[in-house]
């Protein structure tokens, strides 16, 4: 997301696994990316921080992205985010970081 409102990105939550950790969305029609498709988020606490995984981001139906494998949670920082491409390697997973608005 960037500082141009057009550049945020919006989900509508379609489910949500607290148990399992993972958040079915379908992609906004005004995405820039993938419109109308649909979603898996993951997220792991992991050293006592929150971390986030888009494992699935162009799925045709909300059935495939619930049935894709979820993201590998054993190492956020090292990766284990999205599919392993030819040399087996995997994405970081995104820390949430905490922002505290200062209060006048």
Sequence with gaps: MGSDPSSDL?????SVDNPEKVIIAQNDPNN????NLFSQFNWVDY???YWYCQQV???????????????DPSNPPAGGCGDPDSSGETFPWSE?????????
């Excluded at 919006?10 to 379609?14: E, K, R």
């Excluded at 981001?57 to 993201?71: D, G, Q």
């Design 57 to 71: 981001y162009n799925a045709e139906t909300e059935e495939e992205a619930v049935s894709h494998p979820p993201a």
């Design 10 to 14: 919006i989900f509508d939550y379609c």
């Design 32 to 35: 820039e990316y993938y419109p």
């Design 47 to 49: 050293e006592d921080n």
């Design 96 to 104: 949430l970081i905490p922002h505290k608005p200062e209060l006048n």
